[in-house]
């Protein structure tokens, strides 16, 4: 079964962190159950994506630039929604900072909802246009924030439901500040939710490919 998983990491350190460690063992494992596996890595901290000003919302938001510098931005949003739409799963590596995401990672984000390419608005509400597919989150942070409260999860999760993406699961590494032990424990039980994930993605495999069989 051929698969493509797209990985985007957000991580200011140049190793990519303990939530690029992660993401590195997702991949690694997602391999082996799915060894035909297309891997597409889009490191932010090397992809020049830039804050948004007034000149690049006018061209994301018409789809046309007015200065080569905004024609660089649109290009850019195009390649990254490409992406998404390309990608059969997707592994979002997101260190938490000041209580939320990087801000490149938001600055991502906001190349991503266009209205008229990835949502629009109808007399019902608005509309995700990116044809939903699972969403794997792995947050990390110094201290522990995951629950009913964990405003982050909140805002990232209607951020991607809004574009149509609503098929997202957590990982989450926590307490990595909070003494030696602490942060072994965060990384471990990290390490125990994505061998779980793992296991489920097999288990839809193994049933795919069943399905396949008796469709022949």
Known sequence: MNSKLLV????IK???????????????????IIPET????RDLAD????????????ALSTGT??????????????????EIREADRIVMCVPRYNFCVPSIFHAYI??????????RYTENGPVGLIASKPVFIITTSGGIYSGAGD???AWLSQVLNFVGLEQIEYVYAEGLEMGKSSREQGLRDAHLQIDLLLMKIARIGQFEQKCEHVLQ
């Not at 992809?47 to 006018?58: G, K, P, Q, T």
């Not at 906001?110 to 949502?119: E, H, N, S």
């Open 14 to 32: 140049s190793d990519g962190g303990a939530s690029g460690l992660l993401g590195d063992y997702f991949v690694q494992q997602y391999q082996k």
């Open 47 to 58: 992809s020049e994506v830039s804050h948004l000003n007034a000149r690049s919302m006018e």
């Open 65 to 82: 630039a007015r200065c080569e510098a905004t024609g660089q931005v649109l290009q850019l949003s195009n390649e990254l929604i490409e």
């Open 110 to 119: 906001d190349l991503l909802v266009r209205a008229g390419v990835t949502f």
């Open 151 to 153: 405003s982050l999860a």
């Open 38 to 41: 297309s891997v597409v890595v």
């Open 8 to 11: 985007i990491r957000s991580s």
